[in-house]
């Protein structure tokens, strides 16, 4: 893991004094409201509706032992003892109290932490993989270039005030569990015509009122130029991206306007003028950088695999989540697991201080003191020996943690909806909490098998449903809330925005429509190995429509 | 309406920052400091313009107590129906008494709306929802609309959605609802009446829990949607913030005002903005916007005085990258802290066209953005903005003083720092 070094802890001090002074100023009428918005928003402090909610950031979603220790220590001293992991791979905290902030980011910098960018319109936490440096299918572990640009992206002085808010997702992996197709810049490993490793530049992919799939800027920049070539399209989208409508303001409506082509040409003038430049990356610093990502030290471990099926007829519960929760390690003998934070009836991404406490017992323990947050809201030990499963399993169960659905229909992406958002219109937990009850039976999500669904309160769409297999999008008409499914959305290398069926459903009707969808799939699909969406890619619209709205 | 209520910000304020300063006392009370907030409301927000209304039912002494400690002659309305019992009635005196409030106003029906919809008496039987609206929410709204808000004795537990009761809300009419006991719990209700002795009703030890001529206790949730006060009208209002900037620079300055922060102290400003009929070719000391110099240009370049140029969101800079040298100051202009365009527009100026003669920020300039526009190489801040002044002017502006990323022209101390970081250059 990154380590920060005294200019880190230095920088991270200062800002925190920086915002702490802010709040003072705030605090005595000094700033008003309006003054203090854009700047506590940097720092990650929203209004919602009923108080000010704080979010973390987790750079590209790792975190220590001692850091989700502190994340425990905020949700027990500061807000209610929960705290709620993003699909930004970050976590909020929603009842601080103004006047606790500065402790709060004081607390927070002491564990090399911050909330600096996590909101506001400015460069973004950069997410990745949650199984970066650990997948076997990765071509480059992509945090130490991460991690670069987080450091360029910091406090930048020219883009603080961006049209909107921007986002940058990236992934070293051929599997992309990044949506990096979704972001406003999607960066993924790819080599070129020598063999060397560099960046495909994915551009103007988002969801919201507008969803997008982002359009390729460039086949390949090699990572010593990296950062000229995102600051020349950072400065493009800072001067010409629209600032007349916070709707249009993103840079996937420039692109789109201007079209690809148009904005290439703007980004290569601005490329030729910076390349080479100050910004050029030393191949000295990548490596530096590259050497706090150094693999940890594994263990040579004699059993390579775990025999799932006959864990299955030993334990079942312990079975399937062998069966679900484990991702392929690059090093033999290892594994990825993947602790659900989806409990049936639980809001999808809370944790207590006290789940939080005991996963970070398990990452120093099992996991070389590393976890992941992923963008699915749920957690990971990224390095665990097969033969720690055991007692990892164990602990679990005992803490309400073990839950074996990753990647099933319970495994569900929500955001905080009406109960916390002041921006929503609809509940969305509730909804999920429904699903979730509705298929509980862990027989029948085996049977389903791989499907997911994301839901939003509202047209934000910050609980991803376009990209849902099955998506939900809580909206508001005359005074109702109402529920529109889509179907067929993908947020991985398969990109695709999914589609709108028809009208919506009250919250009651969800659950039902959604087990509609869910038969009409298990009647027709080719075979069981034939997943949710792969029937739907090759069934069309029409079966599933019938399934919601009867046939005409 | 908003427009007539005495609310002491209404006017000042445009709509959406009014609700966000509202919101924001949210974060600033304790949940359990009632006082405090009933004391803010009563002081701060609403000054004799603030109406608290009461059911005189089995909680509503803890309020009651409460505004008695804040102001016993404020105006506390009470719903006299015609249908309560008389030991509610009695109750209402025993509290004027015992906590000395000396405003209690009862609020009766229109007497024609009692003749024409209720005259035997019995519409409680047959029609209980067109009871309830004559008797209290026609009074009740009759009586809070002459209001800028009113304190309500709500309570979370209370409400069936989670978590929903805020301090302070904002209706849909503008008008701000007070709910002090927002985070009181049954016991802490409980609590408090033994704490302070507190009489109860009498008809609460009788078995009575919720007392008054309909199921609902609570006047103020009668009929009421329960989302109504949710800040939903607020996204609308919030979508779409524009600064309401329009150009301090387009009117002439004062001489002598020293707004000019300039080498570390505040000067007069030798320099004017542009104005309505001025001519390019014999102006002197204006900051020409860019897109008059380009229609202009021959004039200006023959215009034998010093001169500006001023540069707003979206010109091209570019287009006058020759002929900067032109100029003895190029003004960036920030109409909005929030549109960040100058931060690049200046960046092009000072490092790419290697521009030497003074650049500075004009607009919208505040404490917490000079440090931004010093790194992209501004060098000159015109200020209206007082606390801006005065952080300047005592050297304390709020500042991270290192960075990650090359920017401007600042020497990198060689060896010291790893690649991206650089020392700041003060301002």
């Known amino acids: 893991m990154y380590r920060y070094d005294e200019f880190d802890a230095a920088f991270v001090r200062e800002r925190t004094q920086q915002f702490s002074d802010q709040v003072r100023r705030r605090l005595s009428g000094d700033m008003s409201e309006d003054q203090f918005r854009p700047l506590r928003l940097m720092n990650g402090l929203y209004l919602q509706l009923h108080a000010y909610m704080l979010r973390i950031a987790v750079p590209y979603g790792t975190v220590s032992s001692r850091q989700m220790r502190m994340l425990a220590h905020i949700a027990r001293s500061y807000d209610r003892g929960y705290g709620h992991f993003t699909t930004r791979q970050n976590i909020q905290f929603n009842w601080p109290k103004l006047r606790d902030i500065p402790q709060i980011l004081a607390d927070l910098a002491s564990v090399e932490m911050h909330a600096i960018q996590t909101s506001g319109n400015c460069i973004r936490n950069i997410t990745t993989d949650q199984f970066a440096g650990a997948a076997a299918d990765e071509i480059i572990d992509p945090r130490p270039v991460a991690e670069i640009l987080r450091q360029w992206s910091s406090l930048h002085p020219e883009f603080s005030f961006l049209p909107r808010k921007f986002k940058i997702a990236m992934t070293g992996a051929t599997t992309d569990r990044a949506a990096i197709r979704f972001h406003d810049i999607g960066l993924q490993a790819t080599t070129n015509d020598l063999g060397e490793i560099g960046w495909q530049v994915w551009v103007g992919g988002g969801l919201g009122r507008t969803p997008m799939i982002g359009k390729l800027l460039s086949g390949y920049v090699a990572h010593e130029h990296l950062l000229a070539y995102l600051e020349s399209t950072l400065r493009v989208y800072n001067r010409y991206g629209r600032r007349d409508n916070k709707y249009k303001a993103r840079i996937k409506i420039l692109v789109h306007e201007e079209g690809i082509e148009s904005i290439r040409e703007q980004v290569e003038a601005e490329f030729a003028e910076v390349k080479g430049g100050v910004l050029t990356l030393p191949q000295a610093e990548l490596d530096r950088i590259s050497a706090y990502f150094a693999a940890p030290q594994y263990e040579l471990v004699n059993a390579r695999s775990v025999d799932v099926a006959r864990e299955k007829i030993l334990n079942p519960f312990y079975g399937r989540w062998l069966e679900r929760n484990l991702n392929a390690h690059r090093q033999p003998g290892y594994v990825s697991v993947t602790i659900s934070l989806k409990p049936v009836g639980g809001a999808p991404g809370d944790a207590t201080d006290t789940q939080m406490e005991v996963v970070a017992d398990l990452a120093q323990r099992y996991s070389f003191d590393e976890l992941r947050v992923t963008h699915e809201q749920n957690l990971v030990l990224p390095h665990v020996k097969v033969t720690d499963l055991p007692a990892i399993y164990e602990v679990l169960v005992k803490n309400g943690l073990a839950d074996g659905n990753a990647g099933q229909i319970t495994d569900i992406i929500c955001c905080p909806g009406l109960d916390f958002c002041a921006l929503a219109n609809a509940r969305s937990i509730p909804i999920a909490q429904e699903l979730t009850r509705k298929f509980e039976s862990p027989e029948r999500q085996a049977e389903i098998g791989d499907l997911k669904i994301k839901i939003s309160g509202c047209i934000n769409a910050c609980g991803h449903h376009h990209v849902g297999h099955i998506g939900i999008l809580g909206v508001e008409k005359k005074g109702t809330e109402l529920y529109q499914i889509t179907v067929g959305g993908d947020a991985t290398e398969k990109a695709a925005i999914g589609d709108i069926l028809g009208h919506g459903f009250v919250a009651e009707e969800v659950p039902n429509a959604i087990e509609r969808l869910v038969n009409t799939y298990i009647a027709r699909r080719e075979s069981p190995a034939e997943p949710f969406i792969a029937a739907y890619r090759r069934l069309g619209k029409e079966p599933f429509k019938e399934a919601l709205y009867g046939a005409n | ?427």
């Not at chain 2, 005259?119 to 039987?125: K, N």
């Not at chain 2, 409400?159 to 849909?172: D, I, Q, Y």
């Not at chain 2, 006047?219 to 109504?228: F, L, Q």
């Not at chain 2, 570390?264 to 900051?287: L, M, N």
């Open chain 2, 1 to 427: 309406m908003a427009q007539t209520s005495p609310l002491k910000f209404a006017q000042s304020q445009p709509d959406h920052a009014r609700a966000g300063a509202i919101m924001a006392l949210n974060g600033m009370f304790d949940d359990m400091d009632a006082l405090g907030v009933l004391r803010h409301a009563v002081t701060e927000l609403l000054p004799a313009d603030l109406a608290i209304v009461s059911s005189f039912g089995a909680d509503s002494v803890v309020l009651l107590h409460i505004v008695a400690q804040v102001d016993r002659a404020l105006p506390v309305y009470f719903l006299e129906t015609g249908k309560h019992f008389v030991e509610t009635l009695a109750y209402v005196e025993t509290l004027k008494e015992t906590l000395g409030l000396s405003n209690v106003v009862a609020l009766r029906p229109d007497p024609r709306d009692i003749a024409r919809f209720d005259p035997d008496g019995t519409l409680w039987e047959t029609d209980p929802d067109s009871c309830c609206h004559i008797r209290k929410t026609e009074p009740l709204d009759a009586t809070v609309s002459g209001f800028g808000g009113w304190v309500t004795g709500r309570k979370r537990f209370q409400t069936t959605e989670r978590g929903v009761l805020p301090h302070f809300e904002l209706t849909s009419d503008d008008r701000i609802k007070v709910n002090p006991l927002a985070y009181f719990s049954d016991a802490d209700i409980t609590t408090y009446k033994l704490k302070y002795g507190l009489p109860e009703h009498p008809l609460y030890n009788m078995g009575y829990k919720s007392i008054g001529c309909a199921p609902c206790t609570s006047v103020v949730a009668e009929g009421e949607d329960p989302r109504a006060g949710r800040w939903r009208g607020l996204n609308k209002k919030e979508c779409g913030i524009h600064f309401d900037f329009n150009g301090a620079i387009a009117k002439p300055m004062a001489a002598q005002e020293l707004n000019l922060y300039k080498d570390g102290k505040f000067i007069a400003d030798p320099f004017r903005a542009w104005a309505e009929g001025d001519d390019p070719g014999s102006v002197r000391y204006t900051h020409i916007p860019l897109p008059v110099f380009l229609a202009n240009r021959e004039a200006v370049l023959a215009n034998p005085h010093p001169v500006g140029l001023l540069v707003s969101p979206g010109d091209n800079v570019e287009l006058v990258r020759d002929d900067l040298g032109r100029f003895a100051s190029v003004a960036i202009n920030f109409p909005g802290f929030t549109d960040g365009r100058g931060y690049s527009s200046a960046r092009l100026i000072a490092e790419r066209y290697g521009y030497q003669g003074e650049l500075r920020a004009v607009g919208d300039v505040l404490a917490d953005q000079v440090p931004l526009m010093a790194r992209c190489g501004i060098t000159t801040f015109l200020v209206r903005h007082e606390p801006t002044k005065k952080a300047l002017a005592d050297g304390k502006l709020a500042t991270v003083d290192l960075f990650y990323q090359p920017v401007g022209k600042t020497e990198v101390p060689v060896g010291t720092r790893p690649f991206l970081r650089r020392a700041v250059e003060k301002v």
